[in-house]
């Protein structure tokens, strides 16, 4: 049967996520469908066309899913899932906010944040914060799952000539409605989508050493900042910017991993990063087990020089 995967989006365009769940969907079946549900969000339904491998876009605008509820979306979902053996979404805010209530409504059982794809009914996830990988086989005629982005490499965001389809949308389910949302403008790259990170740790001592020897350091590479949850909690960093299994799961080309001592949540978010340079004064640290360019010094006195050769 057809694969049909939950575009996440902004109405304007679509999120680089939806990339690696069209990879992840194309290994369960060679026909995927999109499906875009929004309001004014026919840039993002033609953005989905664009992309390779997806043969039929199928676009839901109207007032009630501007803001992707996932009461609303639940029922757009549902009223179109007979025709579909697979529904995949990100592993996003969004798509676990989704995908349990369309597992629920369907009475089948979610098969959660996979990285493999090893047949059509059988996958591999992640648990035990990375440290053990379950496989993870599904008899359900529907199969909802949700996609680790980071275990799979994006399908290209051009090539691709789908067509659109403009189908009815659902009457608003009038269980929630948004009251407000404030986002955090920045002009660095988004966390989850940057090439490049540099994440400091506990062992900066303060918020004011944290922006100090973080933020020249992040600017020369053009690179996102993340933080482990130590730092968080101790006020450094700002929650967004938190990196592991309590916060956001990333892969970049390049980490580096400041004053971070390297706890088992924390390498949870960030082992699957193509290259990782940890800089820490304790050469017993956990971090140096993943890194592939470990540096024993003090922080204070590497970064500053580090940012002065580049």
Not at 102 to 120: E, K, N, R
Not at 195 to 218: C, D, H, Q, Y
Not at 226 to 231: E, K, N, T
């Amino acid at each position: 049967m057809t694969a049909l995967v939950i575009a996440e989006h902004d109405n304007r365009a679509l999120k680089p996520s939806t990339l690696n769940t069209l990879a992840a969907a194309l290994l369960c079946d060679p026909e995927v469908h999109v499906l875009v549900a929004g309001h004014g969000c026919a840039a993002a339904a033609q953005a989905a066309a664009q992309a390779v491998g997806v043969a039929k876009v199928l676009c839901a605008d109207a007032p009630q899913l501007v803001d992707g509820l996932a009461e609303t979306t639940a029922a757009q979902v549902l009223a179109m899932a007979a025709g579909y053996g697979h529904i995949l979404t990100p592993a996003t805010a969004f798509g676990k906010n989704l995908a349990p209530r369309v597992a629920a409504l369907l009475d089948v059982a979610q098969v959660s944040d996979i990285i493999h794809v090893l047949a059509p009914d059988t996958f591999d996830r992640p648990i035990y914060a990375g440290n053990a990988i379950a496989t993870v086989q599904s008899s359900d005629k529907i199969k909802v799952i949700t996609v680790r982005t980071t275990g799979f490499n994006p399908v290209a965001a051009t090539g691709g000539s789908a067509a659109v389809e403009s189908i009815a949308a659902v009457a608003d389910a009038g269980l929630s409605s948004l009251v407000g949302r404030e986002t955090t403008k920045s002009e660095r790259p988004e966390l989850t989508a940057a090439k490049i990170i540099v994440s400091g740790g506990r062992g900066l001592g303060s918020k004011e050493n944290f922006e100090a020897v973080m933020t020249p350091l992040a600017d020369k590479l053009g690179a996102a900042m993340g933080a482990s949850r130590a730092a968080v909690d101790a006020g450094y960093a700002p929650n967004d910017w938190q990196v592991g299994q309590t916060g956001k799961i990333v892969a970049p080309q390049l980490y580096v991993a400041v004053g971070i001592s390297g706890a088992i949540q924390h390498l949870a978010g960030m082992k699957d990063s193509k290259v990782i340079v940890a800089i820490n004064k304790d050469e017993e640290a956990p971090i140096f087990g993943v890194a592939d360019y470990g540096l024993v010094a003090d922080l204070f006195t590497a970064v500053p020089e580090m940012v002065k050769q580049l």
